[in-house]
């Protein structure tokens, strides 16, 4: 196998790489706020339910989540799970980075003191303008490091995807460098991993960057 | 008569913060409030902007009630769209300022009266620059709040309330947070919406201050009006020995 070829094939599985990376983040970015908000809840069941979902998610492995997502219809309902495979590959994605993203929310929006919303509650802003138009963009701000944290450990995160036998690159760099017994895929791959987080780290700063305005 | 408070009643668990308080301010009144601290004098702002909720007692606004008492002698407000209305008369100038850190002084000013008040953007920026005008900051309009002293912060924050043209302006403490040279440009633009005939409640402890504006001065101790009077008699011919011993530490 050629040099090129060997790209080519990886070319493919790193499409459904970033196809996993974009979906996550889309998904789970929104979600984070949603579990915020239950977290956050006036009533006490909701938030403690709410804390034991953080605390499954942060303290069990995302590869036996994964297998959860997947195998759980087949053997707790008896489900025909083809097909499935890609979504309870988003699915756990999404559910697990959800609840790490919901705690940067919290953090962010608790560091925000109480006269901000004193003053807009003065000024006669809504509850909506209030959240959307003065706390939420100074919340941004607060989390943007941990998010960019977080983001760079999606990148990497991805390969356990080949949990669920899905060839995404990482899975097909392994089968490769078994049947050529050929080491370039991992380099081939380290490189990918690299670079997707240096574009990662690029994109974050210049955001950083961008809200430097204040402090 | 602007805002009445009558027997307000208002208590954090079981400490009676304030007890049985009544007083009100008329139009172009600038009342200060002085006491010693923990007697109460925020607790009394903050139930009066709705940012505390009072036990019972009676607030009004413009002759409009807001807080009424109940045969059971507890406090109801009256509906959260009411209370809205009721809103509109009064602006708070907060210890710390609290400006919103990722708008410009400009928009700190401009904001609410577009986006709370719907009123047409180019009137409220004229208007608003008229405002910082006064306060001698239209050179820092572009400016944000991080690149402005305390005493330019405590200004916008005036500009930013007399934008939504309240008919009263309450102030807590509004030169505590400042370095002691800055208390002057602050105690300055008050001194002149004070000429203007802006209605006014100054809860501070600069006492030459509150002796020299004031057309009333009300002391408070322990979460009630021990004495109040016109500045002259309160300060100069003081009838109760607690607002003596009071302005006797002050005195150094
Ligand atoms: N949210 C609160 N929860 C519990 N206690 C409170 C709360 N706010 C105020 N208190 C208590 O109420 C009392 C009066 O406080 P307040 O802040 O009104 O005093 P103050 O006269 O403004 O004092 P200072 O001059 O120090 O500002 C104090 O004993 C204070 O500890
Ligand atoms: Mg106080």
Not at chain 2, 154 to 165: G, S
Request: glycine share 6%.
């Amino acid at each position: 196998m050629t040099f090129s070829t060997m790209l080519a094939t990886m070319g493919e599985g790193m499409l459904r790489t970033c196809l996993i990376f974009f979906l996550t983040l889309l998904f789970s970015l929104p979600l984070g706020m949603v579990v915020m908000f239950l977290r956050r809840s006036r009533f006490t069941l909701v938030r403690e339910i709410t804390k034991i979902y953080i605390a499954i998610m942060r303290g069990t492995p995302l590869m036996l989540q994964l297998l959860m997502w997947y195998f759980g219809p087949y053997y707790l309902f008896g489900m025909s799970i083809r097909g499935y495979r890609f979504p309870a590959i988003i699915i756990g994605f999404a559910v697990n980075y959800s609840a790490y993203f919901a705690e940067i929310y919290r953090g962010g929006i608790e560091s925000i003191p109480r006269g901000q919303y004193e003053a807009a509650e003065i000024l006669g802003y809504s509850k909506a303008q209030t959240f959307f138009k003065i706390i939420l963009p100074q919340v941004i701000k607060v989390i943007l490091p941990s998010v960019t944290n977080e983001i760079i450990t999606l990148v990497k995160d991805t390969s356990l995807a080949f949990t669920l036998a899905y060839n995404e690159m990482f899975s097909l760099a392994k089968q490769i460098a078994a049947s050529q017994t050929s080491f370039t895929p991992f380099i081939i791959a380290g490189v990918f991993y690299f670079v997707a987080n240096y574009a990662v780290a690029f994109v974050m700063e210049r955001i950083e960057k961008a809200l430097d305005y204040y402090h | 008569m602007i805002l009445q408070m009558n027997s307000i009643q208002k208590s954090f668990g079981g400490l009676e913060v304030l007890k049985d308080i009544s007083f009100h301010v008329d139009e172009g009144e600038v009342v200060s409030i002085i006491g010693p601290s923990g007697s109460g004098k925020s607790t009394l702002l903050r139930c009066a902007t709705f940012l505390e909720k009072i036990d019972a007692g009676e607030i009004r606004y413009m002759d409009k009630a807001a807080v009424t008492t109940n045969e059971a002698g507890r406090a109801e407000y009256v509906s959260h769209s009411e209370l809205a209305k009721v809103k509109n008369y009064f602006g708070l100038v907060f210890q710390n300022f609290n400006l919103f850190p990722h708008y410009s002084v400009l928009k700190n000013v401009m904001d609410a009266p577009v986006s709370v008040q719907k009123r047409p953007k180019e009137e409220v920026r004229q208007e608003a620059m008229e405002l910082l005008r006064k306060m001698d900051l239209e050179n820092r309009a572009d400016a944000y709040p991080c690149q402005l002293s305390g005493g330019q912060q405590q200004r916008v924050a005036i500009a930013r309330a007399l934008a939504l043209k309240p008919n009263i302006l309450f102030f807590d403490e509004p030169t505590s947070a400042l370095d002691p040279e800055l208390t002057g440009e602050v105690l300055k633009v008050i001194r002149q919406l004070a000429d203007e005939k802006m209605t006014m409640v100054v809860v501070t402890h600069e006492m030459p201050f509150a002796r020299a504006v004031s057309s009333r001065v009300i002391f408070m101790d322990k979460g009630v009006i021990v004495e109040q009077g016109d500045p002259e008699s309160l300060f100069g011919d003081t009838q109760e020995e607690r607002t003596r011993q009071f302005l006797r530490n002050y005195q150094r």
